[in-house]
Each structure stands twice: as C-alpha cells, then as structure tokens.
C-alpha cells in the first residue's frame, strides 16, 4: 500500500468553499452590519473596499457551521431562515439561528473547539465576549426575553450544550447606545471621509492572528493616514 499527499484534491476543494464563502456573502443586505460593528471596524473597513478573502482557518470554521446548519434545519426541522432587520441603519441578520416570535425567543446555533466545563456550567474561560455581545445585538434588534444558545462542542467525545441567555431592558439599552451606535458612528465617518479607524484600536486582541487585513493595517499605522 502507498499513501501519498493530494494537494490537487485539496486545493479543490477549499476552492469550493471559497466560492461557497462568496455565494453567502453576496446575499447580505448592503451597509453596515452588526457583526461587523462587534469585531474589528478597521477590518470592517479594509473588506467593504476590496472583500478581503477569508483565512483558510475561517474557511473551515464556516464549513462547520454550515454542516450543524444543514443537519439540524434539513434533518431535525429547525427552521433558521430569519428575516434581516435594519435597526437604526445597522443590520441584524442571525446566522445559523431559529426564531420564534410568539415566545419572543430565538435559538442560535454554534460549534466550537473550546473545552466544556460541566461544574462550571461553561467553557474552560467561560462564554466568549463576542457571542455575548452578538446576543446582546439580537435581543434588542428583535425585541427578546430570551435568547437560546445550542452549543455542539468538537471534542472527544463530542457535547451538546443549551443554554438560555436572558438580558434586562437597561442591559440592552446600554450596550445598543452606548457601544454598538458610537461604533457605527465611527465606521461611518471612515466610510466619509475615505480613511480606516485606527488600526489595533477598535478591535479584540485575539483577531489580527491570520487576518487578511493585518499586513494593510501594519501599513496604515506606519504611514499614519488613518481616522483620527
């Protein structure tokens, strides 16, 4: 027997998923997003000016969720086609997610390599601040008492966690107002007058790690023509 690498194939099919990739990008509603306010806005930026490809790494963690997506709306009935909401010009468009307007609840779905702490009730570094905030968004755009979280963490073996996530009115007052619009505020006046936000200021620490954008924005610091 001889097994040999098969770059060929490979490379196929990650091209696949990139045209994959595209198709759903292409049926986003034109403007500003709320995950794009939530993660990095010089990114957000750099990828409304010339759609920055994808890293391979984000390639394959959409082929997950595209996978849970499949099997759970095809084969379990989930329904998780949600209508886009416009909120304040920002769009609110739940991936991956089932609503229910008669319990004001929505159900999202996730996959992730982090670890589940069952006596803790959470991931080893508990729930992750952008899945919070990305809850947050949701809850107030749609008017929810409840959000509900289907977890499928990739281990061995494998675990399946629900959650319900529940958030006061002054919680999501603030955050909307007080985080998301001034955010948007500042995307839009980069959009204007035709200049990034700062680079490394208006995002998390963790995202410039195999960003498309990060080499633009080691550039744009550099060079100091940026949103001030």
């Known amino acids: 027997m001889e097994i040999i690498d098969n770059s060929t194939l490979r490379h196929n099919f990650m091209g696949r998923l990139a045209r994959k990739y595209k198709e759903r990008s292409a049926k986003r509603e034109k403007g500003i997003h709320l995950t794009g306010l939530i993660y990095c806005l010089t990114k957000q930026y750099w990828d409304s000016k010339m759609a920055l490809p994808p890293s391979e790494n984000g390639l394959l963690y959409m082929t997950l969720g595209i996978g849970l997506e ?4 095809r084969e379990v009935g989930l329904d998780t086609t949600v209508q886009p909401r416009q909120v304040d010009g920002i769009w609110v468009s739940p991936d991956y997610t089932e609503y229910n307007p008669e319990l ?5 779905l996730k996959t992730t390599r982090m670890r ?3 006596d803790d009730g959470q991931p080893t570094h508990g729930w992750p601040d952008t899945w919070k905030e990305q809850m947050k968004g949701y809850s107030y ?5 409840e959000h509900n979280l289907l977890t499928l963490f990739i281990g061995s073996p494998p675990l399946l966690v629900a959650k319900t996530f529940s958030f006061t009115d002054e919680e999501l007052h603030t955050y909307w107002h007080g985080y998301i619009i001034p955010r948007k505020e500042i995307l839009e ?9 700062e680079p490394f200021r208006y995002n998390k620490e963790w995202e410039c790690k ?5 080499l633009l ?11 001030k």
């Not at 006046?189 to 936000?197: C, H, S, T």
């Open 116 to 118: 589940y702490k069952e």
């Open 141 to 145: 755009a749609f008017n929810l008492k």
């Open 189 to 197: 006046r980069a959009y204007r007058e035709d200049k990034p936000p």
């Open 210 to 214: 195999d960003c498309p954008a990060l």
């Open 70 to 73: 499949e099997v759970l709306s």
């Open 104 to 108: 004001h609840s929505i159900t999202e």
């Open 217 to 227: 924005c080691e550039a744009t610091k550099s060079s100091g023509n940026y949103l």
